[in-house]
């Protein structure tokens, strides 16, 4: 059984960061590309940023909206995924969901949240003063 669980979320003011984590288990990490997707207050899920499996290339994606601000890393040897967000602004305000790809890489459908197949619980980001 696939288990994703995310941690590292909280209230950060504008112009902070964090680092989100999700630790994976019940299937092969290193072998999948994995992401993280996000859902604000009132709308639908939004792709962040993705990450092809070593393998694969290891190739990243980050939507426009967090490119330049948000850094996707991945340890195969602890089987877990990192999100360093920087310079936060009150738009990243979201819960954010760590997320495996039914794909090794990261390119197919890139930005389609429909790439993934499982996706944790969840662990809210809020950017507020």
């Known amino acids: 059984e696939v288990q994703l669980v995310e941690s590292g979320g909280g209230l950060v003011q504008p112009g902070g960061s964090l680092r989100l984590s999700c630790a994976a288990s019940?299937?092969?990490?290193?072998?999948?590309?994995m992401g993280w997707v996000r859902q604000a207050p009132g709308k639908g899920l939004e792709w962040v940023s993705g990450m092809s499996s070593i393998g694969a290339g290891g190739a990243t994606i980050h939507a426009d909206s967090v490119k330049g601000r948000f850094t996707i890393s991945r340890d195969n040897a602890k089987t877990t995924l990192y999100l360093q967000m920087n310079s936060l602004e009150p738009e990243d305000t979201a819960v954010y969901y760590c997320?495996?790809?039914?794909?090794?890489?990261?390119?197919?459908?890139?930005?389609?949240?429909?790439?993934?197949?499982?996706r944790g619980q969840g662990t809210q980001v809020t950017v507020s003063s």
């Open positions: 997320a495996k790809s039914k794909y090794a890489t990261i390119l197919y459908n890139r930005g389609d949240v429909n790439v993934f197949d499982s």
């Open positions: 019940g299937f092969r990490f290193s072998d999948y590309a």
